[in-house]
């Protein structure tokens, strides 16, 4: 089944200490998000491909980086986590246009100690 | 501004009943889609329906369907006979015209009892 895939789902890491996160898809899609998600809040988009185009949304901390080395790949990258960036991390994608459904994976769980 | 709302953050609902939850928006683009995801515990958001602001009729699939009232811009989601597997957050979201960026509501949470 095409899909979108993301490992691992549980992270534990240590304040201060990088850490990154992976997803892939086999749908094809050109666009790739990733999304923040607190507790018992809506998902924040941190930002979005559009194929090699990156987007980065005007609130997203520069401690947040992202890497898509290809169509099927895309990482989050945070070089510094702290106690505020435990959340649950969620990646996205969508086929092409504007207004087009996205499709989430699974979610990693990142907890900073 | 473009806006959802979403006036129910939980709700309650007897298994096998049908129950109907709210979401109203606010844009002034004439071009916009509207969608519904579950999230359950485990934290997957999960697609559910999807209704574009042309569309003549309401969206259906399966158990869900979304009743699209644009002149009262709303875009409620119906579950008829709930399952106990349906109790999760639900979170209604809207397109931004000309971006690939969506606008989340603040989610409900609905619990099916037994």
């Known amino acids: 089944d095409a899909m979108v895939i993301q490992n691992p789902r549980y992270q534990v890491t240590q304040f201060g200490k990088p850490v990154t996160l992976s997803c892939s898809q086999t749908l094809n899609h050109n666009v790739m998000y990733w999304y923040q998600q607190k507790s018992s809040q809506a998902p924040k988009l941190l930002f979005h491909?559009?194929?090699?185009?990156?987007?980065n949304e005007a609130d997203t901390p520069d401690n947040f980086q992202s890497r898509r080395p290809n169509t099927s790949f895309c990482f989050l990258d945070i070089r510094s986590p702290g106690l505020g960036d435990a959340a649950m991390y969620l990646c996205a994608t969508s086929r092409d246009g504007t207004e087009e459904t996205q499709y989430f994976g699974p979610g990693t769980r990142l907890l900073v100690l | 501004a473009q806006k959802i709302t979403q006036t129910q953050p939980g709700m309650f609902v007897q298994e096998k009943e049908a129950v109907t939850l709210d979401c109203t928006y606010d844009t002034s683009d004439p071009s916009y889609g509207l969608f519904w995801y579950k999230q359950p515990s485990s934290g997957e958001m999960i697609f559910l329906i999807y209704?574009?602001?042309?569309?003549?009729q309401n969206a259906t699939e399966g158990r869900y369907s979304l009743n699209f009232q644009k002149a009262r811009k709303s875009a409620n989601l119906v579950i008829s006979a709930s399952q106990l597997g349906d109790s999760a957050m639900y979170f209604c979201a809207m397109s931004l015209s000309g971006t690939y960026k969506y606008i989340f509501g603040t989610g409900t949470r609905l619990k099916v009892l037994a």
């Open positions: 209704q574009g602001s042309y569309d003549q």
């Open positions: 491909y559009y194929d090699k185009d990156f987007n």
